[in-house]
């Protein structure tokens, strides 16, 4: 049987994600052989594949009531979805699972959502962030929030410490039934391409799988951030009005001074932290320089009696 993470809370109620496809019923299975019943079931028909999708919906319905399990089957046409909002077939589809994600949590009282994210899917967001230029390695947790509106999810991932290859071989040993998407093979989108010729170009170099030692770099480098939040928690660097204190923040490492900046500007919904921003932010600290510095949405970051804040 494959393990679920351990912070998994069993006799709680969750909404499961499901596409009817391997992991996602892998996911299933696994949660109730281990006691966790108090699940719905919820798929969205995407519309992307005609008769295939409509199958794959039947194919989560009877699942769900061969287990005894109530569930929410939704529909969106996300092609078109894709069309009208100028976007990409993958984010629309993705914003159109979070709007139902959303609407399944209204309907069933219920704001806790699982998916079956593995490890692989966490080395495949890591390559993807780091190509666009993350900070770092920035990849999945096991537990993240989403708000879609003016609900809020929080969203867990039992399986992020299993990989493909894990999952694979429980499904042959179970002699499992799930249901294929042909459209996860082909090069439509970056991660498809990153899954199916990065990836394995990757262990064709390496002669050996990339995935393991990304995911321990990335736990890490994890670790490292934490470490560094629990610092700057530590030090105490806003003062009771909620104001950057400059003596305090002068005296810390560039390093920690830019980490410092970009959880407040960040803590004060301030969009677009590029590091062009941050190091124009910086220039603040020098008590020598203009004392203000435009920030994105008409508001500006000032420096006033030694402290440094938010102004519109």
Known sequence: ML???PRLKLRQSYLLGISGGRDSVALLHTLLAAGCRKLTLCHLNHQTRGLFSSDDAAFVRDLAEKNGLPFEIGRMNVPRLAEQQ???LETAARQARHQFFAECAKRSKCSSLLLAHHGDDNAETILFNLFRGSAGLKGMRFSSKLKVDRRKLTILRPFLQIL???IDDFAEETSMFYRDDATNFEPIATRNRLRNEAIPLLEHIMDRDPVPGILRAAAICNEQEDA???LLEHLQLIDPQGRLFLPK????PET???RALFNYLKANKIKDLSADLLNRCLTLLDPES???ENLPGKKFLRRRASRLFVDK
């Open 290 to 292: 203009p004392a203000k």
């Open 249 to 252: 923040l002068r005296a810390l």
């Open 86 to 88: 100028g976007h990409s």
């Open 164 to 166: 493909r290859s894990e």
């Open 228 to 230: 560094l939040e629990d």
């Open 256 to 258: 920690l001074q830019r």
């Open 3 to 5: 393990s679920l993470d």
